[in-house]
Each structure stands twice: as C-alpha cells, then as structure tokens.
C-alpha cells in the first residue's frame, strides 16, 4: 500500500541535522534553508538569524546530504547598506537551477522597513552573487521561480499579503525576470477549521515530473497557542502552471518530532528545499523545524506524485473559476 499522510516522509535518525551550535560563529538559530545538489555535492543555503535578531544567508556543503556539513566563513548574502531594502534580514531563500542561463536564481525574503518583499539574486558557484533586488513590492514572500520560461516568458509563484481575506498563492509571469505582471491567483488558503486556512504559502521551488509542476506549500492553522505550520502537496499543469490539477486534501507533513514543537517559534515545520534524485527515485526534504534547527526528511518520489495524484481537482482549478465564485 503507498504510504500516505503522514507516513509519506521519513524523518532523518540524525536530526536536527545542522543546529546553530554547529556554525563557526556564535548565532541564535538555523533554520528554513534552500537546497541544491553542485558538483556532486549537497549544498544548503541557511538562513541564520544572528543575536540582534537579523538573518543572513549562509552556505553548508556536504557529500552525503546529511552529514559532515562545511560552512563558509563569510555570508553569501547579508543585508548591505546598498540594499536598504534588506535592512531587517535575507530570509527564507529557495535555489533554482535555470538551465537556459546556466546560474542559479535565488529567490529569498528581503526584509524591509516597510515589511518583507520578494528579492532575486544570481549565482553560479555559491561563493560570489549578483544582485537583482526587489521583484515584488511589500507584503510578499515564499517565492521561486519555475526552471523554465513558458512561450518565452518565466514565472514565479509568491504569496502576497492582502489587506483584507486570507493570503493566497499567486503566478505571475516576466519576460526577463525584472518585470513581472499578468497575476493571477493560484492557490487559495481554505477556511474555517482547515490546516490550510487562511494563510499558505509555497515551500521549496516546483519541480518538473511527466504528470505535471510537483508543489509542496504550507499552511498556518490559527490555535489558542499560535500558529501550526504544515504542508501539503498540488499538481500543476506543465504548460500552463496556473492551472492547478491536484491538490491534497491532507497535510503530508506536520510538527510531531520535539524539534519541531518546541523552538523559538513552536509547531513550525518550513520547508523551502529539496533534491529528488532520479538515479534511487528519493526525494530529500529540507526544513526548518521551530524556526530554530535544521532538519531533513525523505520519501519515494512515485509515493509522493501516487499520493497527490490521488487528490481530488481542486474546487477552484484556475482563477476565472475563483473569481466566478465571488
Ligand atoms: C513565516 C515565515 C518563516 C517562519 C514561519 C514560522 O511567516 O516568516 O520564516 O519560519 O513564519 O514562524
């Protein structure tokens, strides 16, 4: 039987895999990191949170993915007077290898004054970054891009905060990732007593699979004791990504280990990165867990495309629906 819910992924025996203690330098938390395999190796993007409360975005490389991390000495990315923009922090980074520019876009949280926004950087080795700045203006955040333009033009799913409703999972699309416009909604937060109410957000980029995009997003359940962070799965369509095939019902993966219920934030797992390995068909899942330690869980790939497949289509599948509905 495919396992589903929450046995589709397994938690690593080593976590925490990467703790703040583990640095070169005294921080207050890792946490929530991009994720990319170069040169053979895996190499995670941290977001670490310094002790003014200011995050950076630092490299860890290891051979095995799990183990023997090596940090950098030196951030790749830390706010710089230049990008007043990133006064507040580089958080929440996700790492997309664009094959048609041979670099990798990062796509992180730049964190104003004027509240968090969306920014882009360029790399190709993870020692040196170029800059895009601001893509989209405050409140945005939980971004990435597709790996490819779709008839000339790239994508990018974010989640703006609106002033009123609940926040939503949008697509927007540009011809040189500068300037993005046609935004349409993707993924509505459900209502009411969901896990997935209210606020959603995307976790780690989309990835490309025969049947359509594989996204992973989270969602942020109101309680008397705060939020619970989770996520859960959907499908899009490969030509036409605003249209949504699949979405589960279920959540997939929620805090249940004791690094994940207990951090500075508590009940938080936040993915924003992982690696599907197509020789052994594993997907490795990374994440912060309690906004404080690193962790990592892996599935099968076709256990996790079975068990989105085996969703319903979403009551609202592209966005004329939605706004028909209102
Ligand atoms: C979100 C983001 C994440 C964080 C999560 C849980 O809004 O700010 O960086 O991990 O909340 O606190």
Known sequence: ???????????????????????????????????????????????????????????????DGATGWRFDETPLLQPTPTHPEEVWGCEDPRLIWLPDREEWAIVYTAYSDLGPLVSLAMTSDFHEVRRFGPVMPPEDKDAALFPRPFSGRWAMIHRPAPLRGGA?????????LRHWGDHTLLIEARRGAWWDAEKIGLGPPPIETPEGWLVMYHGAHGTASGPIYRVGLALLDLEQPEHVLHRSDNWVLG????????GDVNKVVFPNGWIHDEATGTLSLYYGAGDSVVALATARMADVLDNVRSAPPPQHRRASDWYASR
């Open 255 to 262: 805090p249940l280990a004791d690094y994940e219920r207990v």
């Open 168 to 176: 939503h999972m949008w697509i927007s699309y540009s011809p040189d």
């Open 1 to 63: 039987m495919t396992p589903g819910g929450e046995q589709l992924f397994a938690r690593h025996p080593a976590n925490p895999i990467i703790r703040a203690s583990d640095l070169p330098y005294a921080a207050n938390a890792v946490f929530n990191p991009g994720a990319a395999r170069v040169n053979g190796e895996t190499v995670l993007l941290l977001r670490v949170e310094d002790l003014r409360g200011i995050s950076h975005l630092q490299v860890a490389r290891s051979v």
